[in-house]
């Protein structure tokens, strides 16, 4: 310890505080400003979000009704996403105070922090760590790490978001490690979360769970300016629409906010950007992002239905599927892999696995490239924006065109 560096105890602090007030003397309104957070910017640059004291605090008072039954005094929820992200700052943080849960904080850069992943199941162990939250990637990189050997007893579930998760990566990690996934969809508009799966409920793998409790979602046919047409049928692909509690108050700069509401009987429907359908039972399906979307020939294609093939390869890290312009078709789908540390795979051989779980003729890739390292936000999203330049730029590299 540095000679003259003040240590606060966090614990005595606030048991000195007083209860009813602040010490500057200012009393928060529900309206107020709470919050600024950066969107994820995996289409584009990132904005800045602003949320209310209403908007947090319903929306950890909602999602903590999903996961109560898990969690409570004397669990612990592991902090391992950037605190300067909705995920860390809300699921694992008001969320678990409000369940009244332990938080461990793993090092101030989280799961980035030197040894952490490494040695996460014997951090999980050690603390006896009751739940997590993470990113795909995350899952996947746990994977490769051995499980055998440590007490995972209390370790009754990880949360999974800010990306789809393959249901074969989903389904072999519940396997491996006997740990409970919780996939779910939210976004910084939100406040966080929309949908997850209920910890003592259903579980439909390839799904994002059922809304939360006063998250009102609608699946919404709109027309090519971005107009509602109407409500879709269950298991029809549209628009993914909010309206609830949660709901953000618009963007710092207004001009980002031109086409994102939509009026409907007198309420304001967040457009999410986000495709998906709600199924007979009310689970919600995500179907890509509207910015996403590969249009071949006139044929719209989901990248994640190609990029699930890919994910069904053993040697695969990860992957992404984007368009290339194309003078005859408009777009061709092109597919980036970078391989698991010391497996090896050739790009014709993962074009062959995956063409026989690519049902549609037109959503077959034209290209597949290895990747070194895929580029990807402070969270672990891949940044398609940064992809598309890379695709741009390509001088011929090692590739494949099945």
């Not at 000195?16 to 600024?36: C, F, M």
């Not at 698991?340 to 049902?359: D, Q, T, V, Y």
Request: with cysteine; hydrophobic share 45%.
């Amino acid at each position: 310890m540095r000679a003259g560096l003040k240590v606060v105890d966090f614990g005595r602090a606030l048991r000195r505080a007083k209860t009813d007030r602040l010490v500057s003397g200012r009393i928060p309104q529900p309206q107020d400003i709470a919050s600024i957070f950066g969107t994820g910017g995996t289409t584009g640059s990132p904005k800045l979000a602003r949320r209310t004291h209403a908007n947090e605090v319903a929306n950890a008072w909602m999602a903590s009704r999903m996961i109560v039954s898990g969690l409570g005094a004397g669990s612990t929820f592991f902090s391992g996403l950037p605190l300067f992200h909705v995920n860390g700052a809300m699921v694992t943080g008001l969320s678990a105070f409000l369940l009244g849960t332990h938080v461990l904080i793993g090092t101030p850069q989280g799961f980035r922090g030197a040894g952490v992943i490494d040695r996460f199941w014997e951090i999980a162990a050690h603390h006896r760590v009751s739940a997590f939250s993470g990113v795909p990637t995350l899952f996947s990189a746990l994977l490769q790490r051995p499980v055998a050997g440590h007490d995972l007893s209390r370790l009754a579930f990880g949360i999974c978001g800010a990306a789809p998760m393959s249901p074969e990566l989903l389904d072999q990690f519940q396997r491996t490690t006997g740990v409970k996934v919780l996939e779910g969809y939210g976004l910084t508009e939100a406040t966080c979360v929309a949908s997850v799966h209920a910890l003592d409920g259903v579980q439909k793998i390839g799904s994002v769970g059922i809304p939360l409790p006063f998250q009102a979602v609608r699946i919404a046919i709109l027309d090519e300016r971005g107009g509602f047409e109407r409500t879709a049928a269950a298991d029809e692909i549209g628009a993914v629409l909010l309206n609830g509690p949660n709901i953000f108050q618009g963007y710092t700069d207004v001009r980002h906010d031109a086409g994102l509401w939509i009026e409907l009987a007198g309420e304001r429907w967040l457009d999410t950007g986000d495709l998906g359908l709600v199924d007979a039972d009310g689970f919600l399906w995500l179907k890509g992002r509207s910015k996403d979307v590969i249009i071949r020939g006139g044929h719209n294609i989901d990248p994640a239905m190609i990029e699930d093939a890919f994910y069904s390869h053993a040697a695969v890290e990860l992957c992404a599927a984007i368009g290339r312009p194309d003078a005859h078709a408009g777009e061709v789908p092109v597919v980036y892999v970078q391989l698991k540390p010391g497996a090896s795979a050739e790009p014709a051989e993962l074009a062959a696995h995956a063409e026989g779980r690519i049902h549609e003729r037109a959503a077959r890739p034209k290209a597949v490239h290895l990747i070194d390292v895929m580029p990807l936000t402070a969270v672990g999203k891949v940044h398609k924006p940064s992809l598309r330049r890379i695709d741009d730029a390509r001088d011929g590299g090692r590739g494949a065109e099945p």
